[in-house]
């Protein structure tokens, strides 16, 4: 069974920065991809970046220039370095993870969110 844990969220004004953390524990898995969404309020859930097991990523073209994804396998976590950020950057941000398990097969998972509030 896997368990999620975010954390990193709060208060920030326009231009200041929050880094996110992501982070998977449990047995009988390993982690394929994990991704960072945003759910601004009254919008639907959207990929902001992610990083696959390898090391590759990819970002929303909102996300490009201002956050950076990472990972520390040893840890099994991700981070979100979000930096200038701006007040449509408000909302829920929630990691999902791809996970692969022998009894499972394929399979993703949630976190429950942080909240990032971004003043004007």
């Known amino acids: 069974q896997v368990q999620l844990v975010e954390s990193g969220g709060g208060l920030v004004q326009a231009g200041e920065s929050l880094k996110l953390s992501c982070t998977a524990s449990g047995s009988g898995f390993t982690i394929g991809a994990t991704g960072w969404y945003h759910e601004a309020p009254g919008k639907r859930r959207e990929l902001v970046a992610a990083?696959?097991?390898?090391?590759?990523?990819n970002y929303a073209d909102s996300a490009k220039d201002r956050f950076t994804i990472s990972g520390d396998n040893a840890k099994n976590t991700v981070y979100l370095q979000m930096n200038n950020l701006k007040p449509e950057d408000t909302g829920g941000y929630y990691c999902?993870?791809?996970?692969?398990?022998?009894?499972?097969?394929?399979?993703?998972?949630w976190g429950q969110g942080t909240q990032v509030i971004v003043s004007s």
């Open positions: 990083i696959a097991s390898n090391g590759d990523t």
């Open positions: 999902n993870v791809i996970l692969d398990s022998p009894v499972m097969g394929r399979y993703d998972y």
